[in-house]
Structures are given as C-alpha cells and as structure tokens.
C-alpha cells in the first residue's frame, strides 16, 4: 500500500503519536502529511520522534477530514512511502509578510531532483505543496513570487485554528509562524489536482479594478466609481444592503474557464477589505455560489476515472461552516470516503495564487 | 506581446503555456481581452514589459 490515512484523537500530543506509530506499524512513510488541531501542542515534535525516517509537514487545523470523516480536536495524517513518492524536498520560507526573493529557494529544490531541466522534462512526476501560516496574510504576493521563479505547479492551503488555538504551520519537527512550508514531491505514478469553487459567474458584466491595495486586500473602485456603488448596481440590491450578500455574492477572476474566487470580509476606510487582495487592472466578476456537494461530486467524478493512492483535500474554512449551516456535511464527506483521503479547513488555498471558499484536491495516483 | 510572453516563457510545453497565461490573469492581465489587433495601451504594454522582465524573458 502506498499510501495511508489516519484520524486520531490523543489525550496530547505524545499520545496522538503513540497511537500514529501503532496505526501505522510496518509502513515505513517517506513523507507523512498531517493536520493537527491547534489544541495540541508541539505535535511536529512528538510524530517526528515517532518517524524518524520520514520528511513531516504539516498545518494548525480549525476541523479535519479523514477519509469520510469530518472532526475537529483530531489529528489527520497522510503517510506516503516509496510506492507512491519516490523523494521529497521540503523547504521552510520564514519571515513571507517581508516579501522574500525565492530564487535561491526554488533553485535549491529544483536542483535536489537534478535541476530544473530535469524536473521540467518530467512535469508529470513533479507537484509542489504549499502551506501557508495564515497570520501573514502574505499568500497572494507570495503565490504570485512561486509562480515567476517556478513552472511547478504548488498547491496547497493555509492554516487555521481551533477557537482558542494559534496558528502553526510545521516541518520536521518545527513549527513556524509567518511562514511557508515548500515541498516538492517526485511521485511514482504522477498526480492531478483538481479546484473546484462551486461558484458560478452571476453576471457577465466584467468590472475592472481601477483602485485596489493589494498589499492591504482593500478594493477601492470597480471602473473609476466606488467598487460598493458598483457591486450593488450588478446586483440590483440598495448600497445598505451589500454586506449582506458578501457570502453568497463573492468576486472572480475568470481565467478561461477557470474561476478564481475573492471573498469580501469587510467594509473600510472607504472601500471593501477582502481576503485576497486584487492588482489594479484585473477584471472580475460577479459569482453565486452555488449546491458545494454536487458541485463537488461532479468535479471529483470527472477529474478521477481511476483508483487513486490518496487524496488531500484543502477545503475552505467558509466552504466547512456553509455546509455545516446546511446539513450538507455527511454527504460531503461520504464523496471523500470513497478514496484514501485527508483535508483540513483552510485559511484560504492555493492554486496557482492564493484563493477563496474553494477546494483544492491534490490526487496522488 | 502577451502572447509572446507566454510562447518565450512555455518553451513549447502546453501545460507550461496554459499555467503562464493563468499567472497572467492573476497579475492583472485580462489576457483574451487583446488580440494583435487591440490599440495599444500604455499601462498594459508596461504591465506586460514588467511580467516578461520578472519571467527573465525580454520582448
């Protein structure tokens, strides 16, 4: 088997480990993926004293996924051995808000796997994961650096937190705040990563964004006029009443067909603070969200035509409180059942650039 | 120009180019907005210019 997933609840951290080393007894993991609710504390350390052999990532969790499992106070972990990845890279970015140069980074894991002539020519094999911790609130500045210094494709998510917990992310026994976790996994029978946002395009009317603090996530103006008069104008609903669409009506980059969403958080300082920022001169538009488990299961059916190893799921923190909102909880995770499957409730995701109330599923084949 | 930047920038992978083009996107280049045949826009062009200069490819 080359790959194994595992739910825990431990009465600590030393526990959870305990019972990780029992469940997974005989397999010998290169790289074990995991997503630890923020009560326990120093979990890195405890399942790096566990497995000592294996290359350990992993992120803070508000709730975790296993399989068709949803719980939060659990640790989730993906074990993956040499049947299903052959190596693994992993490399810390700390300090990402000081907007870091890459190169040197990315220079250093292409050339771990033989340079990057040789990862490029065996694009198939190579994916990249990124975790993100979330207090940063660097993702989409740091995406956008990945993508300029890399042609790998990283996906991945960032952490989140118990109520009362704080925001980690972890590699080899760390843990790290304002930080990035990179890993490049060669695998052995390839991979595919599939998004989906169960967002759909509202209106066809493109807005463009002509005052925007990237940096701050604000957005000031859709086509030279305040981006709310706007918003609402597309919407057919009074400016007073905007903020009560902010959930269901979230903003897109459409890419050909692919949506990239952007979710409002709050009105400020004259514009709307949102948790993605936008460059000037993207055009957006106006989405509706739309049934998450059928949207979903269509995705998942049409991407996987075939038996996986594993699949990691970074499912939005919105996406989570919407279904559970909805009762649609059980039926989600009963689509994730079907595979070998971990995911926590993310801060955001990556894909490409860091996104919004989106799923990003890495599939291991 | 954009679609110079992504040809340079693909090296003849299609997956490489595609991913190039969604970078784009993100950077705040409605790529299937131009053609060869769109006036020329002072902000874009420079936009576009600076996109190739990060990506080490001149145009």
Request: charged share 15%; aromatic share 10%; proline share 0%.
């Given at each position: 088997m080359a790959v194994k997933t595992v739910l825990i609840k431990g009465t600590d951290s030393q526990d959870m480990a305990r019972q990780a080393s029992e469940a997974l007894a005989g397999f010998q993991p290169k790289l074990l993926l995991f997503f630890a609710s923020?009560?326990?504390?120093h979990p890195e350390a405890a399942l790096k004293e566990a497995f000592p052999g294996a290359e350990i990532i992993g992120s803070t969790s508000h709730s975790e996924y296993c399989n068709s499992d949803f719980t939060d106070g659990a640790v989730s972990i993906m074990a993956m051995d040499s049947g299903s990845v052959e190596d693994v890279c992993v490399r810390v970015v700390e300090n990402i808000s000081s907007d870091p140069d890459l190169r040197g980074v990315l220079e250093e894991m292409h050339g771990f796997f033989g340079g990057v002539d040789q990862v490029l020519a065996n694009y198939e094999s190579y994916v990249g994961l990124v975790m993100f911790e979330?207090?940063?609130?660097s993702e989409e500045i740091f995406m956008d650096r990945l993508g300029t210094v890399t042609d790998l494709l990283f996906v991945g998510g960032s952490s989140s937190a118990a109520d009362s917990g704080e925001s980690l992310v972890y590699a080899n026994g760390k843990s790290y705040s304002g930080a990035a976790v990179l890993a490049v996994l060669k695998t052995v029978n390839g991979y595919d990563v599939l998004k989906t946002q169960s967002a759909h395009i509202l209106s066809e009317r493109k807005l463009l964004v002509t005052k925007s603090d990237m940096r701050n996530r604000i957005l000031y103006e859709f086509d030279g006029r305040p981006c709310g008069e706007v918003y609402a104008e597309v919407l057919g609903v009074p400016l007073e009443k905007i903020q009560d669409y902010f959930v269901s009506n979230p903003l897109g980059v459409v890419a050909d067909t692919e949506i990239f969403v952007r979710t409002f958080n709050q009105i400020q300082d004259g514009g709307i603070t949102l948790h993605c920022g936008l460059p000037e001169g993207t055009e957006i538009n106006v989405l509706e969200i739309g049934n998450i488990v059928e949207d979903t299961k269509k995705a998942l059916d049409d991407a996987i035509t075939y038996e996986p190893a594993g699949l990691i799921n970074f499912n939005c923190l919105y996406r989570t409180l919407e279904m559970q909102k909805e009762n649609l909880v059980g039926p989600y995770c009963e689509l994730f059942g079907r595979y070998p499957s971990i995911g926590f409730s993310t801060n955001g995701e990556a894909f490409f650039g860091h996104i919004n109330e989106t799923s990003t599923v890495l599939v291991i084949k | 120009m954009i679609q110079q930047v992504i040809t340079q920038k693909g090296k003849g992978n299609l997956v490489i180019e595609n991913s190039v083009r969604t970078k784009m996107y993100l950077k705040?280049?409605?790529?299937?907005?131009?053609?060869?045949?769109?006036p020329d826009d002072p902000a874009i062009i420079l936009k576009v210019r600076e996109v190739a200069k990060e990506f080490g490819i001149s145009v």
């Open positions: 923020s009560i326990y504390v979330s207090s940063a609130k | 705040g280049i409605a790529v299937d907005k131009y053609t060869a045949a769109s």
